[in-house]
């Protein structure tokens, strides 16, 4: 576990909180590898598995994605919290797929020593994930999230809102060897020095306009093309599995009929 520094200004005191020093990182194939077939139909999109990630990513030439927005219901810790910690994130980003890198922000819904415990951050990885201090996450709050990335300043911008509360926040960074060859809408198990981390149960999580009314999420630029994530060739489905295949995780749904929405089920912790 790493010690991080918090403080809680509200209170007028500066406290230490134990987090595991997590990453947000790139999608993690399993030994299958990456997705090498298409499925037949009008929406193009390759079936995969990950130890990590489910949802949806949208495969691009190297240095042509540019935006990536989404939204998505804040999910509930289904039941009792475990006594042993479990953590599940979801986000939206840029890179990751096919690449090294990912520049995301997004929500926790995280098990912490026994307690539902709800946040947000941003990450330019291979930096860590920075917690959000000033968005107060609950349970059932909806979220609006995006990434930019501006050719005339080469920095990315992470922008999020709780919709809920009417509070957001952004920051820009520049990640030096982004490939920007991927955008992604993603419920993943975070992972520390001790590899992928147990998968909190939180249910279902909802992403798009069909639960969140938000119009025009989840959509991307790729290109000079602006388009919801449902209607890009390059699109794949991931689902979540145990490290050696055998168990799933997470379940991604297809791509709603109006190709704006998808859901994530929890199903098992892993590993």
């Known amino acids: 576990m790493t010690t991080r520094r918090t403080s809680l200004a509200w209170l007028g005191v500066t406290v230490m909180l134990a987090f595991p020093a997590m990453a947000f990182g790139p999608w993690m194939a399993t030994t299958s590898g990456l997705p090498t077939g298409h499925a037949t139909g009008a929406i193009f999109h390759t079936a995969s598995n990950s130890t990590n990630w489910a949802g949806y990513a949208v ?15 804040v999910p509930a810790i289904v039941g009792t919290c475990p006594r042993g910690s479990a953590y599940s994130s979801f986000w939206v980003g840029i890179d990751g797929f096919t690449s090294s890198t990912v520049e995301q922000t997004g929500t926790d819904s995280d098990c912490i020593h026994g307690s539902a415990t709800y946040y947000a951050w941003y990450e330019f990885y291979p930096a860590a994930s ?56 993603i419920a993943e198990a975070p992972s520390s020095s001790r590899g ?76």
């Open 59 to 73: 495969s691009a030439s190297k240095g042509t994605v540019s935006f990536v927005n989404g939204s998505w219901i």
């Open 130 to 185: 920075v917690r959000i201090s000033s968005l107060t996450i609950s349970a059932g709050d909806t979220i609006v999230a995006s990434v930019t990335y501006s050719a005339s300043t080469a920095k990315f911008t992470t922008a999020i809102t709780d919709m809920t509360t009417g509070k957001s926040f952004s920051t820009s960074g520049t990640v030096s060897t982004a490939a920007r060859s991927s955008a992604e809408w």
């Open 196 to 271: 992928i981390l147990p998968l909190a149960n939180f249910g279902t999580v909802q992403f798009g306009f069909d639960s969140t009314a938000v119009p025009s999420t989840c959509s991307a630029t790729i290109g000079t093309t602006t388009g919801l994530f449902g209607s890009f060739s390059g699109l794949n489905s991931i689902n979540m599995v145990s490290t050696h295949g055998a168990k799933l995780k997470a379940s991604t749904s297809a791509v709603s009929t109006d190709l704006s929405s998808f859901s994530v089920t929890w199903k098992s912790r892993g590993p």
